[in-house]
């Protein structure tokens, strides 16, 4: 398939505006209006669905883009080809209160891990995709998800101030009196310091 | 005794085993001074895989507060003598990732570093310079870091229970990790 002939397909398809905004990608917005949830579920999954018939072979990436003015996460689903080639991006609106979301898992697998790590980031649920509740790269992780334009860093770490010591807005530590004094030779007997 | 010693500890000086572990964009520095340019093999340094057998330890950049745990663990493992180079701004005081959520500004609250190197990142140069300097450090008996490790022991260990929130556990062969 060419390039001009997926714009088209979809268009037809879908009823959906296919934008090229530069060679080798497309981008695909799921329209926010005039449907129902799940309706446009429906049609993110059928047009991923569709995608993968017509000759996209590698799902490249889920990011998801914080839009806290206008109150919505914009999941970004990336489509690489190897025979067209180019990058679909299909877009899909989500409300930022409530971020819940169905899972892409059955159609593309890789969608497993991107999840994952969109949930942990973002907190966006994706129904059906049980992995996508466990951590992905951060332990013991205890605020908002970290990558939402709510988030402040810096309050942050002045909260946790082991972590953020040593920066000049933040506050310096110093816990425990340090024994300073350097031990002699004699007293360790030069061999000392399996400390565990 | 002591004589007997220093003779060791120039001997030292002349084998340093790194261990492999890399954090950071800094480890991108290190093949070059690996290979045949800088070529660091001439002075007894070479990279070793197990923290067993390792006299270094370099942290080459941002510490996560995730990396920091396997830091701490491998350095634990390490026999003593051992020695800690905190290399690049990161490891310092935050360098540009200061007010990220995930790294972990200050080393020398967890660890006792023996030597810094400044720059982000650290050129292969400074990394020559840093293990001449390290090794004059360790000949002269001057790198004692690992005893600090050990007298102020409360003083890490409560450090690094700030930090984590719990204690990380190694000895009786549970991880914490
Ligand atoms: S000091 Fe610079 S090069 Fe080194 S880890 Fe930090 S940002 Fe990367």
Redesign the pocket.
Known sequence: MRVEEVIKAIQDKFGLEVESPYPRRLRVRIPAEGKSEEERRQMLRDLLQYAKEIGFQHMSFITCVDFIKDGRFELNYGLWSYTIPTMLVVKYDLDRENPKHITVVDIWKPAKTWEQEVHEMFGVEFDGNPRSFEPYVLEDWDSIPPLRKDFDPVQYLKEHPMQGAGYDPLPYVNLVEKNLEQPTVEETGGDEGADS | MVEWLKLVDKARSRSIWMLMYCT???AMELPPAMTSRFDMERFGIMPMATPRQADVILVT??VTKKTLKRIIYAYEQMPAPKWVVSH???PING???WDSHATVNRLDLFLPVDLYVAG??PRAEANMKMFTELMDMIAKGEARGWEEYVKNRDYYKENQRKLFGYDLVFTDGRSAL
């Open positions: 950071g964009c800094g950049g941002y690049g701004s990161c360098g540009v990732y982000c990142m």
